[in-house]
């Protein structure tokens, strides 16, 4: 099962788009994770992601998992749509964004 997958399944599986009820979405640029959701379903995905990160802290493989949540407008979402169709978006401007807008940012490794 795929990243992508286990969390739409794990994770408040009525709130994703893909289940013709919410309005959530998530996709991967890269190898960087993309999750448009509500703050609640951040915070759950981050706890969600810490637990994973636990249990592969004692394999000999890792990565190191990036998440952010920004409170976007509509300005705000057509940027960050243009940067991800472009390619451009970086870890740097998440970071960015997400303080100019009070979001939040988790790292685990």
């Known amino acids: 099962m ?5 969390i739409v399944e794990m994770i408040q599986p009525s709130s994703w788009s893909d ?7 998530c996709g991967m640029i890269g190898t960087q994770l993309i999750i448009r959701q ?8 981050s706890a969600f992601l810490s637990q994973l ?9 890792s990565l190191l998992l990036q998440t952010w949540w920004i409170p976007a ?3 705000l979402l057509v940027q960050l749509n243009e940067l991800k169709s472009s390619g451009d978006l ?13 979001g939040l940012r988790a790292a685990l490794r």
């Not at 795929?2 to 286990?6: A, D, H, I, K, V």
């Not at 289940?19 to 979405?25: P, R």
């Not at 870890?91 to 807008?101: D, G, K, P, R």
Request: net charge negative.
């Open 19 to 25: 289940s013709g009820a919410g309005q959530g979405s």
């Open 38 to 45: 509500t703050r609640s379903v951040h915070e759950e995905l």
């Open 53 to 61: 990160n636990s249990s592969a802290n004692n394999s000999a493989h």
């Open 73 to 75: 407008d509509n300005d």
């Open 2 to 6: 795929q990243l992508l997958e286990l």
């Open 90 to 102: 970086t870890a740097t401007m998440l970071n960015q964004m997400a303080h100019e807008t009070n």
